[in-house]
């Protein structure tokens, strides 16, 4: 990202280069395992991304809030006495909904000129909601001078603008991860306590490519909200044998001694990817600290099947990819990232296999889906932060 080229935009749009924006950046995410555990109070292993968010933002001589962005044509203007309402689907949601997020907090807001520009796909499953949100968040703490407010209570309340504003009911990983994320390291998060421990990704040999299916995850907040409901039905099934309130209380064992508890076979379907996948998290942890990749990449295969076949939120795109990975001499391991029903899958890969596997992969998929796919080889990434140079 070229931000000399963004601050001239900044000044086209909104004048008076005598007084310069602040730049802050928010990195999207991959997850490596522990899919659709986190509002499920169970184990994650997210690490941040070099793609991001950026922010200019400048405070504005009126009460107004100004925001644009160099992705999406719209942009708008909203005095500070109306940011409750929402702007249709637009993504000027995301920051609005931080921004009322503060005015809950009674943090007093002034008007800004804010400027956002991502190089994160949109709806690729790579958290680019999560990082506008907590560019936002971060950017605001800054300018409002709102030191009271920690990075964990930006998390928080970044997840939360996002279940209330947005209204997608999901967990805490995404913004967790691009809070807390640090260079080389994967996030190990109990989503039940928030107790964390940073788990070094050295991956000697190995590299992390992210693929998209570029398939547009249609109605995937729809059925993303429906999976969330249904593991709060195998918690009240399960909760006749063993008061609980999230499935993660759970251990895989207990779970397996009492599904028959739960009479829907569709439900208990659910429990199960959810607690055998808490399960692999715990297991993949392990295989870092052992350096033992191959079993690691064993354990993103068995959690693509559990996602394919108990909790189905794969679809034929994601599965075609995985599959064409799967089939290299040289990977490792190969699932979905994120919530599924489109978006990008994670795959550990040979250094010396990268290539063949962008061009093998590429040519099966499309001849099997019609669509091209796109890579990413990941770098591991610090988290949302000020950037001080080149401004
Ligand atoms: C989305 C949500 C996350 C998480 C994943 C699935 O990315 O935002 O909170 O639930 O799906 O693991």
Redesign the pocket.
């Known amino acids: 990202m070229n931000i000399t080229t963004l601050t001239t935009r900044f000044f086209e749009l909104y004048g008076n280069p005598e007084e310069k924006p602040r730049c802050f950046f928010a990195p999207g995410r991959v997850?490596l395992i522990g899919?659709?555990?986190?509002?499920n109070g169970g184990f994650?292993l997210p690490c941040a991304l070099q793609y991001g968010t950026y922010l200019l933002i400048r405070p504005s001589a009126d009460q107004v809030i100004r925001l644009s962005s160099t992705n999406m044509a719209f942009s708008t203007e909203i005095p500070i006495a109306e940011i409750t309402k929402k702007v249709g689907n637009q993504w000027v949601n995301y920051p609005l909904g931080i921004f009322n997020q503060f005015r809950e907090l009674n943090i007093s807001l002034t008007g800004f000129d804010m400027l956002y520009s991502g190089d994160i796909p949109n709806s690729a499953?790579l958290?680019s909601s999560?990082s506008i949100e907590m560019a936002t968040a971060y950017a605001l703490t800054v300018m409002l001078n709102a030191t009271e407010l920690e990075m964990i209570d930006l998390v928080k309340l970044s997840q939360r603008a996002e279940n209330e504003f947005i209204g997608v009911n999901?967990?805490?990983?995404?913004m967790f991860a691009v809070g807390m994320g640090k260079k080389d390291y994967a996030i190990f998060l109990n989503c039940n306590t928030l107790e964390y421990k940073r788990v070094s990704l050295v991956l000697n040999g190995f590299r992390l490519i992210i693929a998209n299916t570029n398939k547009q995850r249609g109605l995937a907040d729809s059925k993303?909200n429906e999976r969330v409901a249904e593991c709060q039905l195998a918690v009240t099934y399960l909760s006749l044998q063993t008061p609980i309130s999230r499935l993660g209380e759970l251990s895989f064992m207990q779970f397996y001694k009492m599904q028959d508890t739960i009479p829907d076979e569709l439900i208990r379907r659910r429990a199960r990817h959810v607690l055998s996948e808490n399960q692999r998290v715990l297991n993949a942890v392990a295989c870092l600290h052992k350096g033992d990749i191959g079993q690691f990449g064993a354990l993103m295969n068995a959690s693509h099947e559990s996602l394919r076949d108990n909790y189905e939120v794969t679809g034929f795109e994601l599965d075609t990819l995985v599959a064409a990975a799967q089939k290299i001499n040289g990977v490792v391991g190969a699932r979905m990232t994120?919530?599924g029903f489109g978006g990008c899958t994670v795959n550990l890969v040979r250094e010396n296999t990268v290539e063949l596997f962008i061009e093998q992969v590429g040519r099966e998929y499309q001849e099997k889906t019609g669509f091209k796919a796109d890579f990413y080889l990941a770098e591991v990434s610090d988290g949302v932060r000020e950037i001080t140079s080149s401004l």
């Open positions: 997850n899919e659709h555990t986190d509002y994650v499953g958290s999560a999901c967990g805490i990983m995404d993303y994120g919530a």
